[in-house]
Nanobody, 123 residues
Framework: QVQLVESGGGSVQAGGSLRLSCAAS????????MGWFRQAPGEEREGVAV???????NIDDSLRDRVTISRDNTKSTVNLQIDRLQPDDTAIYYC?????????????????WGQGTQVTVSS
């Protein structure tokens, strides 16, 4: 049974930073591309950043200057840091795992999803 468990969400003031973590279990972690998607109220779920087993990254262009993604293959974790948070970053953030044909930010390519963690940014 594949499990992805997110942590680190919460409420933050605009301009602050947040670090989200995801712990993976139940599969051969290092063979999978890992990453983060988010869904804001009333919006489609969108890709934030993904990282391959070989640490190749793909970050959404609009977030590239504020987002850092990393993974620790020894601990089966993937982390997301968002700096200079804005109210528009308010969303549920989901950890994902999959084996996409490329380092994709398309949700269709990710078969495993965590339950999500809420991030709320106040102005």
């Amino acid at each position: 049974q594949v499990q992805l468990v997110e942590s680190g969400g919460g409420s933050v003031q605009a301009g602050g930073s947040l670090r989200l973590s995801c712990a993976a279990s139940g599969y051969h972690y290092t063979a999978y591309c890992m990453g983060w998607f988010r869904q804001a109220p009333g919006e489609e779920r969108e890709g934030v950043a993904v990282i391959s087993a070989f640490n190749v990254r793909n970050i959404d262009d609009s977030l590239r200057d504020r987002v850092t993604i990393s993974r620790d293959n020894t601990k089966s974790t993937v982390n997301l840091q968002i700096d200079r948070l804005q109210p528009d970053d308010t969303a549920i953030y989901y950890c994902v795992a999959g084996r996409p044909p490329y380092i994709s930010l398309r949700r269709i390519h990710y078969e495993y999803w965590g339950q999500g963690t809420q991030v709320t940014v106040s102005s």
